[in-house]
């Protein structure tokens, strides 16, 4: 887990680096531990304030993601789901991702 979360880290951190306007993270939960999230999400959530990116978040851990400002749901390749967090609920959200 430590090895899997520093090369994340590294690649983020060379990402960073070039101030890209829009940085997408894929899977950026998997294989970490659970009580690690929470250090990501502030970690996205000072980004996010400065204001200066877009960040993109492609997650499969429902609870990490459902935190975030706006849910794209795809359906076998489609967009099923497309809506701001204050337009829409945890509910809704949730019943666009069960399977």
């Known amino acids: 887990v430590i090895y899997q979360m520093a090369n994340r880290q590294l690649a983020i951190s060379r990402a960073l680096i070039t101030q890209p306007k829009v940085v997408i ?4 939960t998997k294989g970490i531990q659970s009580n690690i ?3 990501i999400g502030e970690v996205i959530e000072l980004l996010k304030r400065q204001g200066d990116m877009a960040i993109i978040l492609f997650e499969q851990y429902f609870d ?6 706006h849910f794209y749901t795809l359906w076998r390749g489609a967009i099923a789901m497309n809506a701001a967090k204050s337009k829409t609920t945890r509910q809704n959200v949730l019943e666009q991702v069960a399977v």
């Open 25 to 28: 993270l894929d899977e950026l």
């Open 64 to 69: 990490f993601a459902v935190s975030w400002d």
């Open 37 to 39: 999230f929470s250090q």
